[in-house]
């Protein structure tokens, strides 16, 4: 398994509190948001993305459709993080 990729499991599943979960209980490709996968909401998405920018130095300024296509998935987050890592 990719290691950006266990890591950002261990982000989310910590910075939101998903006692629940196990971080090896998220599928790479799953989807975070929405029926069908995580069910995550726009508060932990809010969430996530201040995690994310403390681990990652990733800044996410507005929501687009390019930023929730980036946020579908943890193997989307990986591909984000590499390539914007430290442009906050």
């Known amino acids: 398994m990719d ?3 266990s ?4 982000l989310i ?3 939101l509190s998903l006692e629940d979960l196990s971080p ?3 599928g790479a490709e799953e989807p975070l948001f929405g029926e069908g996968g995580l069910g995550l909401d ?3 998405a809010l969430e996530l993305g ?3 920018r403390k681990a990652y130095g990733i800044k996410v300024e507005t929501v687009s ?6 946020f ?17």
């Open 13 to 15: 599943v910590k910075a």
């Open 50 to 52: 201040v995690a994310l």
């Open 7 to 10: 890591e950002i499991k261990v």
């Open 42 to 44: 726009s508060i932990d």
């Open 72 to 88: 579908a998935s943890v193997r989307n987050l990986a591909a984000f993080i590499r390539a914007n890592r430290g442009q906050a």
């Open 65 to 70: 459709d390019e930023v929730r296509r980036h």
């Open 24 to 26: 090896d209980d998220i």
């Open 3 to 5: 290691e950006l990729e």
